[in-house]
């Protein structure tokens, strides 16, 4: 893909889950999103949004529309990558927890436990530090996995503040991947997306330096 840094084509797998909240989110952080169905739309994105929802049902209907392939190979070879909910479930290299067969698109070395808060009913709201400017961040949980275990290469990025459930690992990144046990899209703070919209405008430069460093050079010469 050969967008420009300044408005990266961002897209959301639109299977399940709250696809229009996360469109809306990288809106307006200036991206440029897009929901992907089809291996052909995801190929002409710079980094793409896993979305909440349920994880098994998710691997499902991604391989049935010919994305689950194209998305394993897309993230092995360096595709920016979010997901949130059962988006860190399908990121994750392990998960606990889950049916025999269930399938992941990998690439975070992890083990993921899923639905380790609870039930539907069990859905709540707590803080989480992520070390980011502007404090904690208030983030809402539904039926939402944790991190149970982090390879050497993985940085946790946030832990549950408080409760019966503090100190659990609810955010992770490793290179371009980024997961969260919660969903940020669900809430009017946009500090998650926009790191993840950092992190896609990073790799679109590094990608193409030569672009990049015409675009910066007739700048200066305006």
Not at 72 to 90: D, E, F, K, N
Not at 107 to 121: H, K, L, Y
Request: hydrophobic share 45%.
């Amino acid at each position: 893909m050969l967008s420009g840094t300044d408005r990266p084509v961002i897209g959301v797998l639109a299977l399940q889950g709250d696809v229009r909240e996360h469109l809306a989110a990288l809106l307006e952080l200036g991206a440029d999103p897009v929901a992907v169905r089809r291996p052909e739309e995801l190929a002409a994105v710079d980094g793409v949004v896993l979305p909440g929802g349920e994880s098994t049902t998710i691997v499902k209907l991604a391989a049935r529309s010919g994305l689950l392939g194209p998305l394993r190979s897309a993230v092995r070879s360096g595709l920016p990558a979010y997901g949130s909910c059962a988006g860190m479930i399908l990121l994750a290299d392990r998960i606990l927890d889950a049916p025999p067969d269930q399938e992941t698109i990998g690439g975070i070395d992890v083990t993921v436990r899923r639905n380790a808060f609870g039930r539907q009913i069990d859905s709540f709201e707590s803080v989480v530090d992520l070390g980011l400017d502007g404090g904690p961040l208030h983030a809402v949980f539904i039926r939402a996995p944790w991190v149970e275990e982090a390879g050497e290469g993985v940085e946790v990025l946030g832990r549950v503040v408080g409760g019966a459930a503090d100190g659990r690992i609810v955010a992770v990144r490793q290179g371009n991947l980024v997961a969260t046990s919660f969903h940020p899209e669900l809430t009017g703070d946009r500090r998650v997306h926009a790191l993840f919209v950092d992190i896609v405008r990073s790799s679109v430069a590094a990608a193409h330096p030569a672009e990049q460093a015409g675009t910066a050079a007739g700048d200066e010469r305006g």
